[in-house]
Nanobody, 114 residues
Framework: QVQLVESGGGLVQPGGSLRLSCVISGSIGTIYAMGWYRQAPGKQRDFVAAITPGGTLNYAGSVKGRFTISRDYARNTVYLQMSSLKPEDTAVYYC????????WGQGTQVTVSS
């Protein structure tokens, strides 16, 4: 079993920054990739960013250049640094871990509004 716990969401003004954290516990050795997804009200869950054990990074086009994903193996934590936030970034952000199956966290709300 793998458990994921996200934190760091909140309310931020347009142009502001937030850093999301996702702490991983359980059968960590089975995980080969980590990522972030988001779901806005009434919309499907969309890919945001991913990182592989080899360090390969992938980003959705809408966040490239503004968001940065990273992983701290010593702390079993994955981060999503978000900058230049826009109202359209408002969503519930979910951490995902890919192993034999995909594991999801409970989500953290990010609201970008003035």
């Amino acid at each position: 079993q793998v458990q994921l716990v996200e934190s760091g969401g909140g309310l931020v003004q347009p142009g502001g920054s937030l850093r999301l954290s996702c702490v991983i516990s359980g059968s960590i050795g089975t995980i080969y990739a980590m990522g972030w997804y988001r779901q806005a009200p009434g919309k499907q869950r969309d890919f945001v960013a991913a990182i592989t054990p080899g360090g390969t990074l992938n980003y959705a086009g809408s966040v490239k250049g503004r968001f940065t994903i990273s992983r701290d193996y010593a702390r079993n934590t994955v981060y999503l640094q978000m900058s230049s936030l826009k109202p359209e970034d408002t969503a519930v952000y979910y951490c995902a871990a890919d192993g034999n199956t995909r594991h999801w966290g409970q989500g953290t709300q990010v609201t970008v509004s003035s």
